[in-house]
T-cell receptor, first 114, second 112 residues
Framework: DAGITQSPRHKVTETGTPVTLRCHQT?????MYWYRQDPGHGLRLIHY???????DKGEVSDGYSVSRSKTEDFLLTLESATSSQTSVYFC?????????????FGPGTRLTVL | QQQVKQSPQSLIVQKGGISIINCAYE??????FPWYQQFPGKGPALLIA?????SEKKEGRFTISFNKSAKQFSLHIMDSQPGDSATYFC???????????FGGGTRVLVKP
């Protein structure tokens, strides 16, 4: 998975609790992304980062925040989880020697909000 | 509003047959069109990509056909094999940025 790890890989939580998902890369890629995958919707961009401390919103950013204090780490936080945020979350990176177009995806985190 | 529409949602093909997946986009600013392959429990992986300056790109058994005027592109999997059974996603992005917009996905099952 191109030097990308996600933690945790599985998580079950309750409505209203905060949740943080971590993406860690060893490729020194500039760009990092968080997507959620739901049946019939493909993957939808939540937030992305174009450098340390530089982030921007994606298509479905409501209810999510991100932080990137180091090149290698990109954190996704659900401040108060809701059942609609039950999904599989994928981190992706780009910006290596193949340019920023090609994105490499991590293994995913399956989150269930009860 | 879904900017990239993908069809069909699922596809069953016999071994050796041709799998065809179609995508249509709305935003004429898109200029990069990749296809991703995803196996169960794994993240998507880039399969093949095309830019609008060419009408076709072939890599092994996988071919992208691109029709700029119709704003459509398609993936053809020739001589389909059971190992090709996976979910396939088309996507698109703009020149100035790198945010991918994905289609809804097609689950392909190749029967032996």
């Amino acid at each position: 998975d191109a030097g990308i790890t996600q933690s945790p890989r599985h998580k079950v939580t309750e409505t209203g609790t905060p949740v943080t998902l971590r993406c860690h890369q060893t490729e020194n890629h500039r760009y990092m992304y968080w997507y959620r995958q739901d049946p019939g919707h493909g993957l939808r961009l939540i937030h992305y980062s174009y450098g340390v401390k530089d982030t921007d919103k994606g298509e479905v950013s409501d209810g999510y925040s991100v932080s990137r204090s180091k090149t290698e780490d990109f954190l996704l936080t659900l401040e108060s989880a809701t059942s609609s945020q039950t999904s599989v979350y994928f981190c992706a990176i780009s910006g290596g020697n193949k340019g920023f177009s090609e994105q490499f995806f991590g293994p995913g985190t399956r989150l269930t909000v009860l | 509003q879904q900017q990239v529409k993908q069809s069909p949602q699922s596809l069953i093909v016999q071994k050796g047959g041709i799998s065809i997946i179609n995508c249509a986009y709305e935003n004429t600013a898109f200029d990069y069109f990749p296809w991703y392959q995803q196996f169960p429990g794994k993240g998507p992986a880039l399969l093949i990509a095309i830019r609008p300056d060419v009408s076709e790109k072939k890599e092994g058994r996988f071919t992208i056909s691109f029709n700029k005027s119709a704003k459509q592109f398609s993936l053809h999997i020739m001589d389909s094999q059971p190992g090709d059974s996976a979910t396939y996603f088309c996507a698109a992005s703009k020149a100035a940025g790198n945010k991918l917009t994905f289609g809804g996905g097609t689950r392909v099952l190749v029967k032996p």
